[in-house]
């Protein structure tokens, strides 16, 4: 296993992308051929057999908070005695093999120590955002006891609240820094300095669960994503070679540890190759502050969800050095053209866009010889690791191009090994995302003539006006293309007549104000570039839309909110404006 990650290496530090390409596609197909060996311990014959021994002195991790400045560094060798002493504390309170911990931490060294110890020690991850609330935990506890807990100072009451609520009985409850007096039954971090240095791995089989992710909600309740001792470890070889780091890169990741994606780009993809991982530290957002923190520590692959380039590139970019960056990566959802375009000609990368989800590793994107090749708006083309289809409703598979349809792995041939290994406790969910021969990851995407695949929108998300299907995405792309756009969210609303009406919420950038004026150009605009049955019927301003910790827009949250005032009788708000309204327009209705 250990020669995998040093042939993704050597793919990653090839200059000519004819070649990179090639060997990518060559080194998947090898890979999914292969037989898993019985046992695999990713920390033990990766980290530490890899890179502590051949390059342990090499920067592992820098972490900076963005506010006071405080940075830490450590090494590949220094990262492995933090995460050994971290196991030895688990293990001493009881905990073993198979055992769980949860892990409600901010971005702060100790995650990727525990992160480490985790998987040296066999013990499933569990992480949690630091957003979560009293309900949304007994949710948690009850759906999944935790074993150990690893927590922020500032969230202790809280989760004892939660474990009373739940009757669970952890066997450790560790809180970040020195415990206090208030603190009862937690052990400080600090007090796990005193541990041993060195650890023994635990022998994990290659299926062994090893990581259960709770999913953002963004269409309902979270499920509980089970992935194993490979699926992640090994399956964020497609991420990391999609992003093409190398072991001279200083990778950063904006992501919050309570998800996946996270565990994707601040942790896998960096380490698997040797890489420096990065950790920016903040409470809200402060687009200058952390380009500061890109420039000062010479970030050369930045990967940022929607939400953050649309931020950066509202700025001033010249005043940031940002010559150290080689490549730009986008996730969470598709970036709309507009930023991409912008972003290049501020910093001369293209943020090459990319797509998986919690029950995958990166699955469809633009690797590193897409570069110059791009079209703007298309998040790409499959991963070799995958086998991805479209499919209609009825399960067949579409070969007209740009016919939108369902994006589903296809599993006859070979079982990718990022994928999943089921929804824990929840056969019912498996049954239904698992049909026939192909995994439906519940999106949907569309695939042109050259190949290059174009992102619909969720499943659940796409809007039934009349006889036509409508993406977001679409309408959203439009809509920031206006100067005085800043973002957009657009969903369905009820209607009598033509069952939705594609109703757009506009985030106006900050030299703007809501008026009549504004709307009726919002209008005519979408009218310029969209066909007529996708035009934003409804155009509402607001201030903000409701997100996941992770940026992605919560459109279950906008359309439940619709209903609501509907069934209500509240009316039109403020600052609302109905297309039928405008006499100006009747003669571009269709």
């Avoid at 964020?236 to 001279?248: A, E, N, V």
């Avoid at 049954?431 to 619909?456: L, N, P």
Wanted: glycine letters at 6%.
């Amino acid at each position: 296993m250990e020669n995998l990650y040093r042939d993704a290496i050597k793919i990653n530090m090839m200059a000519d992308d004819t070649h990179k390409e090639s060997a990518a596609r060559a080194f998947f197909s090898k890979l999914n051929a292969m037989e898993l060996p019985e046992y695999f311990n990713w920390a033990e014959e990766v980290f530490e057999r890899l890179h502590v021994r051949e390059r342990g002195d090499h920067r592992a991790l820098i972490w900076t908070d963005i506010v006071s400045r405080e940075v830490k560094t450590y090494t590949y060798r220094e990262l492995a005695v933090q995460g050994n002493k971290c196991l030895n504390a688990l293990r001493r309170a009881g905990i073993e093999k198979g055992d769980n911990m949860v892990m409600m931490v901010p971005i702060v060294p100790e995650t990727w120590f525990a992160s480490l110890a985790c998987i040296k020690g066999g013990l499933v991850t569990v992480p949690t955002a630091t957003t979560m609330t009293l309900r949304e935990l007994q949710f948690r506890f009850e759906s999944y006891p935790p074993d150990a807990i690893l927590c922020d100072a500032k969230f202790t009451d809280v989760m004892d609240e939660a474990i009373r609520a739940t009757g669970v009985k952890p066997k450790i409850k560790i809180v970040l820094g020195a415990r206090t007096q208030a603190q009862k039954g937690w052990t400080g971090y600090a007090d796990l300095d005193r541990e041993p240095e060195t650890a023994e791995a635990a022998r994990t089989k290659s299926r062994d669960l090893l990581f259960c992710f709770f999913t953002s909600g963004t269409t309902g309740l979270p499920k509980k994503v089970g992935h194993t001792a490979v699926s992640y470890p090994v399956g964020h070889l497609s991420t990391t070679l999609l992003t093409g780091i190398r072991p001279d890169d200083v990778h950063h990741n904006l992501s919050a540890p309570g998800w996946a994606k996270w565990s994707w780009s601040s942790f896998f993809a960096p380490f698997n190759v040797g890489a420096t991982a990065t950790g920016f530290n903040f409470t809200v957002l402060d687009g200058k502050k952390y380009l500061e923190a890109v420039a000062a520590h010479k970030v050369s692959v930045f990967c940022a969800p929607p939400t953050a380039w649309r931020m950066f590139i509202n700025l001033d970019i010249s005043k940031y050095d940002l010559s150290s960056l080689r490549q730009s990566v986008g996730a969470g959802e598709p970036l709309n053209p507009e930023v991409i375009t912008q972003w290049k000609k501020h910093t001369g990368t293209e943020i090459r866009d990319f797509y998986g989800q919690t029950e995958s590793t990166a699955m469809i994107g633009n690797p590193p010889w897409m570069t110059g090749k791009m079209k703007s708006g298309s998040f790409g083309y499959p991963s070799f690791m995958y086998d991805v289809v479209l499919v209609d409703d009825d399960g067949l598979e579409i070969l007209v191009p740009n016919e939108p349809g369902n994006i589903v792995i296809r599993l006859d041939r070979w079982r990718p090994m990022g994928l999943f290994t089921g929804y824990i406790g929840n056969p019912e969910k498996m049954a239904e995302v698992f049909r026939d021969k192909y995994y439906y990851t519940g999106d949907r995407a569309s695939m042109d003539e050259d190949g290059y695949w174009w992102f619909v929108g969720r499943s659940d998300d796409v809007i039934k006006s009349s006889d036509y299907r409508i993406g977001p995405f679409e309408v959203e792309s439009a809509l920031v293309e206006h100067p005085s756009v800043a973002e957009a969210a657009v969903i369905g609303a009820p209607d009598p007549k033509r069952h939705q009406l594609v109703k757009a919420y506009v985030i106006l950038n900050p030299e703007f104000k809501p008026s009549r004026e504004l709307a009726l150009e919002l209008f005519q605009h979408t009218i310029r570039i969209l066909a007529k049955f996708k035009i934003p019927r409804i155009i509402e301003f607001v201030d903000q839309v409701p997100k996941t910790i992770s940026g992605k827009i919560r459109r279950i949250e906008l359309r439940e909110n619709e209903a609501k005032k509907q069934d209500q009788g509240t009316g039109a708000g403020a600052n609302e404006f109905f297309y039928p309204d405008f006499p100006e327009l009747s003669s571009k209705k269709p």
